[in-house]
């Protein structure tokens, strides 16, 4: 059965960084694309970012030029570095693998972002 958990969630100050990362248990990690997701409080989950089996990224709109996702294929890790972190960023952060058929989520780790 496909894992994944999320990691690296805290608390940060406004302009702050963190590194989440997403371990994943599955045989051929290379297969997936892989996406980090976000729900705050009384939204909904919304994407952020996603990298593909060839290293093709996508962000959000309003997250494009200060996070950056990456994976290593190796490690089976999915990682989102995230500068200048803001207030609204506030929310709990979801690893997502997908690809031949499985769909499968993290537990989700909680990132917060004082003002």
């Known amino acids: 059965q496909v894992q994944l958990v999320e990691s690296g969630g805290g608390l940060v100050q406004s302009g702050g960084s963190l590194r989440l990362s997403c371990k994943a248990s599955?045989?051929?990690?290379?297969?997936?694309?892989m996406a980090w997701y976000r729900q705050a409080p009384g939204k909904e989950r919304e994407f952020i970012a996603e990298i593909d089996l060839a290293y093709k990224t996508d962000y959000q709109n309003s997250v494009k030029g200060r996070f950056t996702i990456s994976r290593d294929n190796d490690k089976k890790t999915a990682d989102l570095q995230m500068n200048s972190l803001k207030p609204e960023d506030t929310a709990v952060y979801y690893c997502h693998l997908g690809g031949l058929g499985i769909d499968v989520w993290g537990p989700g780790t909680q990132v917060t972002v004082s003002s």
């Open positions: 599955i045989s051929i990690f290379g297969l997936y694309s």
